[in-house]
Each structure stands twice: as structure tokens, then as C-alpha cells.
């Protein structure tokens, strides 16, 4: 029962930084469509703590984290790996993984919410992504800061000229 209630607890907090995190935001480029080709792709880099999201086609692995995973897979088809055996649940069509320490996600339309005193990421892809906390990334559109309001970062090719 108490697996539950931090399960639960784990999501509920993440829940109000969810619909920021999986929506596009005005102050950032929209990524490349879905159109896009393979050539059309960007990485990022980051490493911090609190909160890190991305949504879109990517290829995700995170790292030295112990804390909670959500994954939301909208097309069925996302892979989903992760060391151990977290307790694992559904909450509001994400599955909601605790207690991991590495992952790997892989798929076509997915979102990813990975919550942790610390964290390393590297996706490459295209699609967004949101740093809430403390730390840096960097990436193909562009490099900065993690902030407590949040950092949103395009997921797609370098801009022409960089």
C-alpha cells in the first residue's frame, strides 16, 4: 500500500509540470514536423537534477538517477528499458516506473518525465524538451541552463550557420 501512496504522490507531483512539459511553448522554435527525415534530427545533452521531459520521436538514456520515470506512449510502440525490476504502475495513460537508476526509451510519439535528485541524459531525435531544476544542457539548437521556472528546448537539427 505504501508503494502505491509514493507511486501515486510521485506522479501527483509531476502532474502540474506535465501539460507545460508536453506542450510546445511560444518562446521556443516549433521542432521539425513529423514529415521531417532522418537527417532531420538533434541531440541533447543534459545533466542536473528536479525534472526532465521530452516528447516527440527520440531515443532517450538517462543515468544516475534513482527516482521515477513516466512514459506516455501514444502510438503503442515505445520500448521501454530499465535496470532491475522498478515497481511498476499505470497512472492517466502514462506507466509510471519508481525506484530506477538507468533507462533507455525508444519511440515515435512518446513522452518521457524522469523526476530525481540527479540525473544525465542523452537523446537524440526530434520533438522538445523541458529541464526544471539545476543543471545544463546541450544541444544542437542551442545550450543553457536548467532554471526552477523551467527551460524548454527545441529536439531537432542545428540552426543554418552554427
Known sequence: MLKRISIAAAAFAVAGVVLLA???LGAVAAPPPPSAGPDQRGTITASGGNMAA????????????????LVKDQDGGATVKTDGTPNRANWF???VYTGVHTATVTGANVGVILVSQRLDLHVTGRGLAHFRGTGTYNGSTGRGAW??????????PAAAGR
Open 54 to 69: 521530452v516528447t516527440g520521436l527520440i531515443n532517450l538514456d538517462a543515468s544516475g538517477m534513482n527516482g521515477v520515470l
Open 147 to 156: 532554471s526552477s521556472g523551467g527551460s524548454a528546448v527545441a529536439l531537432g
Open 93 to 95: 495513460g502514462f506507466t
Open 22 to 24: 508536453l506542450s510546445p
